[in-house]
């Protein structure tokens, strides 16, 4: 392969319609979105009748050219008369259509047994696909036991094929897997799966922009905030929110918050918020880690975001963070608790503890001068925070699936095998 050139990825299915419920299908859709992301020329090949391109991610080529076979009579041990004439008519395709592919991905090929006809002419394809690197094969299933290959015509499931690393979705089964092939671990890479908001949740194109400009999905922990800005200091108290934040990330956090800042439109809110960013900064907290929704997309959501946004960005939020002074029924909490937030609630306002009773931490965040400047204070507050995001187990599982398997991360795994050295 060229120094410098990327190669060009296939992907090889026998999808015929965009089927987010396949399991599969959202693992194909993952890839494809990163791939795209990060610059490759991707290649995606399905049955003639998919008529999903419109879901299929920008920047994808679809080649609907894989032949649509009858799967069914290939299992058991007697093949259809038509088996020699399926594996000529599939070999064809292949032959004629992954001239310019480096790398191949098969999602089961190798592995389902009514498979069979297109795993044997892809094998029997290979002498023919000079410029082809490897095969990918990806393997969805645990591995089986090895049976007895003596006129068995499923042999070439259970031999391993040139040009092929197989690749499973965890290191548990890579002996197994590669002794079902008759192969050794050196044949077997892992990529985990990945399961991204991005794909996952249908979220708003805005928020999804946010995700990948400010990293959130790195981050331990993360807070959203929605106010009216006049008010966000002298009745909410965004300046306390991002002091606390400042003391998480001096205890190790990485963090984001997210002020979705309404009425933001007016010159004395925008140099309020100016103002923040520079006592912010005196406390070590950029323009990555506090983000003001009225300053995206200038001046669409000065006015304030609509509250599917608000919605979405809760969903990604971990730990909520009010140190409101007075409230009737709050809405934006009801949300939190919703989004299943860590609350951090102002003990001094009794309608929170009315709505959210013990199932919150209280502090005293009543505004008083001695209070706001504590530096040890808000260190307290921090570690004790700290200590109840922690222990709670469904918020610790919600930040490792977003660390370790959002699709960037898959991606990581996956793109090293697109430049490990020949054998």
Not at 133 to 143: E, G, N, V
Not at 354 to 364: C, Q, R, T
């Amino acid at each position: 392969m060229e120094i410098g050139k990327k190669p060009t990825i296939f992907i090889g299915t026998t999808f015929y319609k965009y089927d987010p419920a396949y399991s599969v299908c959202a693992v194909v859709w993952d890839q494809l979105h990163v791939l795209v992301k990060n610059g490759y020329k991707t290649v995606l090949l399905v049955l003639p009748s998919f008529q999903d391109d419109a879901m299929v991610p920008a920047g994808v080529e679809i080649r609907k050219v894989i032949p649509q076979i009858l799967l069914e009579p290939y299992k058991g041990f007697e093949f259809p008369s038509h088996y020699k004439e399926d594996i000529v008519k599939v070999r064809e395709m292949i032959e004629k259509n992954l001239q310019d592919a480096d790398f191949l991905i098969t999602h089961d090929w190798h592995f389902i047994d009514t498979y069979i006809p297109y795993w044997t002419a892809l094998r029997e394809s290979i002498p023919n696909l000079p410029n082809l690197k490897q095969i990918l094969a990806w393997t969805h299933s645990a591995p089986s036991t090895r049976p007895n290959l003596e006129n068995n015509i499923h042999a070439n499931r259970y031999t391993m094929a040139p040009k092929t690393k197989l690749v499973y979705l965890n290191h548990d089964k890579i002996i197994d897997l590669a002794e079902m092939v008759g192969g050794w671990a050196k044949d077997v890479r892992v990529v985990h799966n990945s399961r991204d908001p991005r794909t996952c949740w249908n979220l708003d194109p805005f928020v999804n922009k946010l995700i990948d400009k400010y990293d959130l999905l790195s981050a331990d922990i993360i807070s959203v905030y929605p106010v009216s800005t006049p008010r966000m200091i002298s009745g909410k108290g965004v300046d306390k929110v991002i002091k606390i934040h400042s003391k998480l990330k001096e205890l190790g956090y990485k963090t984001r918050l997210i002020v979705c800042s309404a009425h933001a439109n007016a010159n004395r809110d925008k140099g309020m918020i100016a103002d923040l960013y520079v006592w912010a900064a005196d406390m070590n907290i950029n323009k990555e880690e506090l983000i003001f929704t009225s300053l995206e997309e200038v001046p669409k959501y000065e006015q304030g975001v609509p509250a599917n946004i608000v919605s979405d960005l809760f969903r990604l939020s971990n730990i909520f963070i009010f140190p409101t002074i007075s409230e009737n029924s709050s809405l934006v909490m009801a949300e939190a608790m919703l989004a299943s937030n860590l609350l951090v609630l102002n003990k001094n306002v009794g309608t929170l503890r009315e709505h959210a009773g013990e199932k919150a931490i209280y502090f005293d965040f009543t505004y008083r001068e001695n209070i706001k400047d504590n530096e040890n204070y808000f260190l307290d507050l921090a570690k004790n925070i700290a200590s109840e995001f922690e222990n709670d187990k469904a918020l610790q599982v919600k930040r490792r699936v977003f660390q370790k398997q959002n699709y960037d991360a898959m991606f990581k795994e996956m793109e090293r095998l697109f430049y490990e050295s020949e054998e």
